[in-house]
């Protein structure tokens, strides 16, 4: 994935020079090629099971290199280059370092990202009780003082339950890692599309913690509606 | 694999740069100081009485604008004419400040957009107010230094928003300063602690200052200053702390007393500088007594301060730096127990309930080894040092305090840019047209964390001109937006079916563009020629009052050696001399004070030979010009 396989030559005097990286012969910033991706920018092959600690050194170590504060008396053109490959860089880390994110990256560029809330799918064993505590949600808004603190402390279970809910789904997805880095194209097709019905269970769950959270720190005196 | 090993950045860029001079200015609310880099140890530049703080005031006398200590001792004389705390006003419209304009001695114009004081018949920006202390700064490092000032890096709050950092720049450059870097207060802090230690892990930095407040929290390993989150509130500090006493004192004043100070500028500044005072005297006595003589109403109000009932007072302000150090501690990722650190910066930490709420959060006692007041500037030349090319172990990575969005249809936020994303950053956004043949698209980009547009910070609106003719939902503009270190905003547009570049026209909400910057650094020039002329006029006169002094005493003392037609001619040059010094004319009153002191030579050398040589030695030393303000 990274130039210096494609053997790309550097846009000021021609010599082979590395991608985001110096010219040996003349010194000079080498952008990254147009549409690189996360991992090519990091240096990496394109695979979800990564090494947090891996990461930042790529991270810390690029920036070292062509962050802008070591272009600012260089010429016009490598501090362009500078400035685009530095948020590059910044854009690849913030991406890949966390797993949620970079599934919904790989999902992105394979062209099966999550839309707006419109996807975000209820997991199916929990809809009866989802549906309950919208009930009793409501019933909140509008509850007597006498019975209030009962239903605040039976939502307030629910919300811990549905929290840790939400945050077993990244251990879900992170489960199906190997399976994908290890499979051929069918299987990658599969799991990708298991990691987007976790990742649609895990925006359902946002949603409805937002909303008990909202519900649960509004005084129950009414008038706040969603 | 592509290599990663760490180098030590391009190299050739140390040589050629290593001449090159930047200091970093901490331009703070109350304080602001200068410092810069000396063989590898940032220094704090200091006055001849080893003061490096300079007061952030800027009083308007009939001399010209004086800034500093000078200043605020006219805060109390001339309250309507003395300007501070101006960073609370920097990139804010008068909307936002109105509520607290009640505090502050000196008008402010009604507008529906940037504020502008108006001090007698001239009406000022923040950020002209702020170039007139830069600039007295940037005079300062010029004197010690004994060279040009031309290139500074400047730190703001880590919590200001686009259009605040944009106003800082724009005084800089209205004080003929190239703005390399705006840099964030608390990360600058910890860029002067890790050179100082060189130690690594995880610091939480708690920065309150005189009006703002900022948490961060920094990662630091090999040299590299990462920022994993800040958080902040850009309108909460030690001003906030005077304001609650101050309102206690109005208050005791018109239950006790039933009188009402609130219209009496002078009064109320007496007040706040009477209660700051006694505020900073309580975080190391337990106890003062703060007494206001009010002749005007016939009493002097005295009232006991404890520690305590400061704390009273205060408490609930201290208690509002809380949720954002929560906040920022969520957003790292790392939590308390991932916190190695706790550094204190500002001078508002020195106060014992801050150092106690903040030990009781974090659980970790915290640091303060750098003088609070001076560890911004400090770090600020650290960073001036490594955008010259001196210093190359170290780089900062810091982040996007506030997230960055535009308005979509019905008012919602569509984020492009989330808070604490390091910078540099960019993010593109695609648009389209919703009518046949439109040419023009406009979006409204605001920065904040609501939901809907209005109860964010409204940063520009930008029009999109040049779109080629097409069916309506055919053409794709594609918008760059991009954050740069200094965590500035800019934007860029392509269509990308027909590879036109739309152009983009940025119309800043609260700030100012760049017509009007240029327009103010050609004012401020002319204003610094109408300073220097009546700086000129004092000088003048005074050189003027000093030559009559020493001619009337010589010609007393030295009667002996002088004929009648001599001390006529001289007695007729101290008449035009003195006819002069009444007039306004400096060039005229330099001429006449020539011609007794050409009318004067003989008499002077006679008296050089004599005992008395010392009376008109006096004179000549007051003859040599003083090379300012000529």
């Given at each position: 994935?990274?130039?210096e396989?494609?053997?790309?030559?550097?846009?000021?005097?021609?010599?082979?020079?590395?991608a985001?990286?110096?010219c040996?012969?003349c010194?000079?910033?080498?952008?990254?090629?147009?549409?690189?991706?996360?991992?090519?920018?990091l240096?990496?092959?394109?695979?979800?099971?990564l090494?947090?600690?891996?990461?930042?050194?790529?991270?810390?170590?690029?920036?070292?290199?062509?962050?802008p504060?070591y272009?600012?008396?260089r010429s016009?053109?490598?501090?362009?280059i500078?400035l685009?490959?530095s948020?590059a860089?910044?854009?690849?880390?913030?991406?890949l370092r966390?797993p949620?994110?970079?599934?919904?990256?790989?999902?992105?560029?394979?062209?099966?990202?999550?839309?707006?809330?419109g996807q975000?799918?209820p997991?199916?064993?929990?809809?009866?009780?989802?549906?309950?505590?919208q009930?009793?949600?409501?019933e909140?808004q509008?509850?007597?003082?006498?019975?209030?603190?009962?239903l605040?402390?039976?939502?307030?279970?629910?919300q811990?339950?549905?929290e840790a809910?939400?945050?077993?789904?990244?251990t879900?997805?992170t489960a199906?890692?190997?399976?994908?880095?290890?499979?051929?194209?069918?299987t990658?097709r599969?799991e990708l599309?298991?990691?987007?019905?976790?990742l649609?269970?895990?925006?359902?769950?946002?949603t409805?913690?937002?909303?008990?959270?909202?519900a649960?720190t509004v005084?129950?005196?009414?008038g706040?509606?969603? | 694999m592509t290599?990663?090993?760490?180098?030590?950045g391009?190299g050739?860029?140390?040589?050629?740069?290593?001449k090159?001079l930047?200091?970093?200015?901490?331009l703070?609310?109350?304080n602001?100081?200068?410092?810069?880099?000396?063989?590898?140890?940032?220094?704090v530049?200091r006055d001849?009485e080893?003061?490096?703080l300079v007061?952030s005031?800027?009083?308007?006398?009939?001399?010209?604008?004086?800034v500093?200590?000078?200043?605020?001792?006219?805060?109390?004389?001339n309250?309507?004419?003395?300007?501070?705390s101006?960073?609370?006003f920097?990139?804010?419209g008068?909307?936002d400040?109105?509520?607290?304009?009640?505090?502050?001695?000196?008008?402010?114009t009604?507008?529906?957009?940037?504020?502008r004081?108006?001090?007698?018949?001239r009406?000022?920006?923040p950020?002209e107010?702020?170039?007139l202390?830069?600039?007295?700064?940037r005079?300062?490092?010029?004197?010690?230094?004994?060279?040009a000032?031309?290139?500074?890096v400047i730190?703001?709050?880590?919590?200001?928003n686009?259009?605040q950092?944009?106003?800082t720049?724009?005084?800089?450059?209205?004080?003929g300063?190239?703005v390399?870097r705006?840099?964030?207060?608390p990360?600058?802090?910890?860029?002067?602690?890790?050179?100082?230690?060189r130690k690594?892990?995880?610091?939480?930095?708690?920065?309150?200052?005189?009006?703002?407040f900022?948490?961060?929290i920094?990662?630091?390993?090999?040299?590299?200053?990462?920022?994993?989150a800040?958080?902040?509130?850009?309108h909460?500090?030690g001003?906030?702390?005077?304001?609650?006493l101050?309102d206690?004192?109005?208050d005791?004043?018109?239950?006790r007393?039933?009188?009402d100070v609130a219209?009496?500028?002078d009064t109320?500044q007496?007040?706040?500088?009477?209660?700051?005072?006694?505020?900073v005297l309580l975080?190391?006595?337990?106890?003062?007594?703060f007494?206001?003589?009010?002749p005007?109403?016939?009493?002097?109000?005295?009232?006991e301060l404890t520690?305590?009932d400061?704390?009273s007072?205060?408490g609930?302000?201290?208690a509002?730096t809380l949720?954002?150090c929560?906040m920022?501690?969520?957003?790292s990722g790392?939590g308390?127990?991932g916190i190695?650190e706790?550094?204190?910066?500002?001078?508002a930490?020195?106060?014992?309930i801050?150092?106690?709420?903040?030990q009781?959060l974090f659980?970790?006692v915290?640091?303060?080894?750098?003088?609070?007041?001076?560890?911004?500037?400090?770090?600020a030349a650290?960073?001036?040092?490594i955008?010259?090319?001196g210093?190359?172990?170290?780089?900062l990575?810091?982040?996007?305090?506030?997230?960055l969005?535009?308005e979509t249809?019905?008012?919602?936020v569509?984020?492009l840019i989330?808070?604490?994303?390091?910078?540099?950053?960019?993010?593109?956004?695609?648009f389209?047209?919703?009518?046949?043949?439109?040419?023009?698209?406009?979006?409204?980009v605001v920065?904040?964390?609501?939901d809907?547009?209005?109860?964010?910070?409204?940063?520009?609106?930008?029009?999109?001109?040049?779109?080629?003719?097409?069916?309506?939902?055919?053409p794709?503009?594609e918008?760059?937006?991009?954050?740069?270190?200094?965590?500035?905003?800019?934007?860029?547009?392509?269509?990308?079916?027909s590879?036109?570049?739309?152009?983009v026209?940025?119309?800043?909400t609260?700030?100012?563009?760049?017509a009007e910057?240029?327009?103010?650094?050609?004012?401020?020039?002319?204003?610094?020629e109408?300073d220097?002329?009546a700086?000129g006029?004092?000088?003048?006169?005074n050189?003027?009052d000093?030559?009559?002094?020493a001619?009337?005493?010589?010609?007393?003392?030295?009667?002996?050696f002088?004929?009648?037609?001599?001390v006529a001619r001289?007695?007729?040059?101290?008449a035009?001399?003195?006819?002069?010094?009444?007039?306004?004319?400096?060039g005229a009153?330099?001429?006449?004070?020539d011609?007794v002191?050409g009318?004067?030579?003989q008499?002077a050398?006679?008296?050089?030979?004599?005992?008395?040589?010392?009376?008109?030695?006096?004179r000549r030393?007051?003859?040599v010009p003083t090379g300012e303000a000529?």
């Open positions: 994935m990274m130039s396989r494609n053997g790309s030559k550097c846009w000021g005097c021609g010599a082979a020079a590395p985001g990286g110096v040996p012969e010194g000079r910033l080498q952008p990254f090629p147009a549409g690189s991706d996360h991992w090519a920018v240096g990496l092959d394109r695979r979800l099971g090494d947090r600690a891996d990461l930042e050194r790529r991270f810390h170590g690029l920036n070292r290199r062509l962050h504060d272009f600012r008396l016009p053109e490598e501090q362009a500078s685009e490959a948020a860089v910044n854009a690849a880390y913030r991406a966390d949620v994110s970079r599934v919904e990256y790989l999902l992105e560029l394979e062209g099966m990202a999550l839309g707006a809330a975000a799918k997991p199916a064993d929990l809809f009866e009780e989802i549906l309950e505590l009930e009793a949600r409501m909140l509008t509850a007597d003082p006498d019975e209030a603190p009962a605040r402390a039976r939502l307030e279970a629910a811990a339950d549905l809910r939400r945050a077993g789904t990244e879900e997805l199906r890692f190997p399976a994908w880095d290890a499979g051929d194209d069918a990658r599969q599309g298991r990691m987007r019905d976790i649609a269970t895990r925006a359902y769950l946002r409805v913690l937002r909303d008990l959270g909202a649960l005084p129950s005196d009414g706040q509606t969603d | 290599d990663l090993t760490i180098g030590v391009p050739a860029r140390a040589d050629a740069a290593s090159e930047v200091v970093g200015i901490d703070g609310t109350t602001s100081l200068v410092a810069y880099m000396d063989r590898g140890v940032p220094q530049i001849a080893g003061r490096g007061p005031v800027v009083a308007f006398g009939p001399a010209g604008p004086v500093g200590d000078a200043a605020r001792r006219m805060l109390v004389r309250a309507e004419r003395a300007v501070y101006i960073k609370r920097m990139g804010k008068f909307e400040v109105r509520d607290e304009l009640r505090y502050f001695p000196f008008d402010v009604p507008s529906q957009e940037i504020v004081i108006r001090i007698g018949d009406e000022l920006t950020p107010v702020s170039a202390i830069l600039r007295e700064l005079t300062r490092a010029e004197r010690h230094l004994g060279r000032v031309e290139k500074a730190t703001v709050p880590a919590y200001f686009d259009a950092r944009q106003a720049k724009d005084a800089g450059r209205i004080a300063l190239d390399l705006i840099v964030n207060e990360t600058a802090a910890c860029l002067a602690y890790g050179l100082q230690r690594e892990g995880v610091i939480a930095v708690y920065d309150l200052g005189g009006g703002t900022d948490v961060s920094l990662k630091i390993r090999d040299g590299i200053f990462e920022v994993l800040t958080n902040g509130d850009t909460l500090g001003d906030d702390f005077d304001r609650a101050v206690l004192v109005m005791e004043l018109r239950a007393h039933g009188v219209g009496e500028g109320l007496e007040i706040r500088l009477g209660v700051e005072a006694a505020r975080s190391s006595e337990e106890r003062t007594v007494t206001l003589p009010l005007q109403h016939g009493l002097t109000y005295r009232r520690r305590a400061l704390e007072v205060i609930p302000i201290v509002r949720g954002p929560r920022a501690l969520a957003d790392v308390l127990e190695d706790v550094v204190l910066v500002g001078g930490t020195r106060t014992p801050v150092r106690r709420r903040v009781e659980g970790l915290p640091h303060s080894e750098l003088n609070p007041d001076e560890v911004v500037a400090l770090g650290v960073q001036a040092d955008l010259a090319g210093t190359t172990h170290m780089l990575l810091d982040v996007t305090p506030l997230s969005g535009i249809l019905g008012g919602a569509s984020v989330p808070r604490n994303t390091t910078i540099p950053t960019s993010a593109n956004e695609g389209t047209t919703s009518v046949d043949g439109q040419s023009v698209v406009d979006m409204h920065q904040g964390e609501r809907l547009a209005k109860d964010n910070r409204s940063l520009a609106r930008f029009d999109l001109r040049g779109i080629p003719p097409m069916p309506a939902g055919l794709r503009i918008v760059t937006f991009l954050i740069d270190a200094n965590g500035i905003l800019s934007v860029a547009a392509k269509e990308t079916r590879g036109t570049r739309a152009s026209e940025v119309r800043p609260y700030g100012l563009s760049d910057v240029e327009r103010m650094i050609d004012e401020s020039l002319e204003h610094a109408a220097v002329r700086r006029l004092i000088d003048a006169r050189e003027a000093t030559v009559l002094r001619t009337e005493k010589a010609l007393v003392q030295g009667a002996e002088l004929g009648a037609e001599e001289i007695r007729e040059a101290v035009a001399l003195a006819g002069a010094r009444q007039g306004d004319d400096a009153i330099r001429e006449a004070t011609r002191n009318e004067t030579q008499l050398e006679r008296l050089m030979d004599s005992a008395l040589r010392d009376s008109l030695r006096e030393v007051m003859d000529r």
